[in-house]
């Protein structure tokens, strides 16, 4: 009985080493905890491009879709399309917009994405956002 405990226990630590060899090289070498968040939201002076910037680079992920993104405005109405423009892989995400935010409105920004929509290099997600407020530069 003893023998075979001692057989398993090699077992398991083989099978452990051979997996954390073969792992290895796709474990990050530096582990982040970071999750992500939304620093600032401007509409541009064109009332046509918005652009969020994060704390720090973030990627569009497996699950991610431009329909996780919308805007919330006084005029435009709710629901306003954001299609992605550029800045995956950076802080900045610039995106356009549905409709042309008149200047004066007042808009809001939700995202609610699935786990892998907009995640930060270390694959930590973006959390959902529910009506951050956004910068209207518009005059138009
Ligand atoms: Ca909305
Ligand atoms: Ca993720």
Redesign the pocket.
């Known amino acids: 009985m003893k023998k075979l405990t001692i057989t398993l226990l090699m077992l398991v630590l083989t099978a452990g080493l051979v997996l954390a060899k073969s792992w290895g090289p796709v474990l990050p070498v530096k582990l982040s905890w970071s999750i992500p968040r939304v620093k600032s939201v401007t509409i541009a002076a064109d009332g046509d491009t918005l652009t969020i910037v994060f704390s720090e680079a973030v990627t569009q992920g497996s699950a991610y879709d431009d329909a996780d993104l919308?805007?919330?405005c006084s005029t435009a109405g709710?629901?306003v399309a954001l299609t992605y423009s550029s800045g995956d892989e950076t802080k900045t995400h610039v995106y356009g917009l549905g409709v042309t935010i008149a200047t004066g409105e007042t808009c809001?920004l939700?995202f609610n994405g699935d786990i892998n929509s907009l995640e930060n290099m270390d694959s930590n997600d973006v959390a959902a956002i529910v009506s951050a407020s956004i910068t209207n530069s518009s005059t138009q």
Do not use: I, P, Y
């Open positions: 919308d805007a919330d709710n629901d809001n939700d």
